[in-house]
């Protein structure tokens, strides 16, 4: 299974990714409709005990993102690994508490190259992020706008 669950982890959470595991062809999750830019939504439902703390914390956190990001790239340049690992670990924890775990998925491939020190994969990798950072910032907004 290539796939992350974020803590707490929810019955049906899990059976959906499962069943992404386990099925061939076309996954539940396919006709998912796209937010407003286009892309794939990320988040998983807010349901349950913590949504509340999350709308409360949703500004903070697409502020948050955008310094890390910005500090993940500035790391990449001067070639610290240690505070990209570090910066990359951080931010996989903020996201996985606004339950995205296919970004938290991708903040894990970007710690675990900073960890080997491979700077073309960490390029590739935090390309990808940032764009995934976007497209749950958006998704976040619109969540928090909704009445």
């Known amino acids: 299974m290539d796939d ?3 803590k707490p982890v929810r019955r049906d959470i899990l059976t959906d990714a499962i069943r992404r ?3 061939s062809g076309t996954s539940a999750t396919a006709a998912v409709p796209a937010t407003a830019s286009g ?3 990320l988040l998983g439902p807010w349901e349950g005990v ?3 703390i999350l709308y409360k914390l949703a500004p903070m956190m697409v502020e948050s993102t955008n310094t890390s990001v910005s500090d993940l790239r500035a ?3 001067a070639g610290d690994w240690h505070r990209l690992q570090r910066e990359a670990h951080s931010l996989k924890g903020s996201l996985g508490l606004f339950h995205a775990p296919t970004v ?3 903040a894990k491939k970007l710690e675990d190259a900073a960890k080997v020190r491979d700077a073309t994969l960490a390029k590739e990798v935090l390309e990808n ?3 995934e950072v976007l497209v749950v910032q958006e998704e976040v907004r619109a969540r928090c706008t909704k009445t």
Do not use: F, I, S, W
């Open 21 to 23: 595991a386990t099925t």
């Open 104 to 106: 938290v998925g991708t």
């Open 50 to 52: 913590d949504a509340e």
């Open 39 to 41: 892309a794939k939504p």
């Open 129 to 131: 992020l940032a764009r």
């Open 4 to 6: 992350y669950l974020t």
């Open 75 to 77: 790391a990449l340049a």
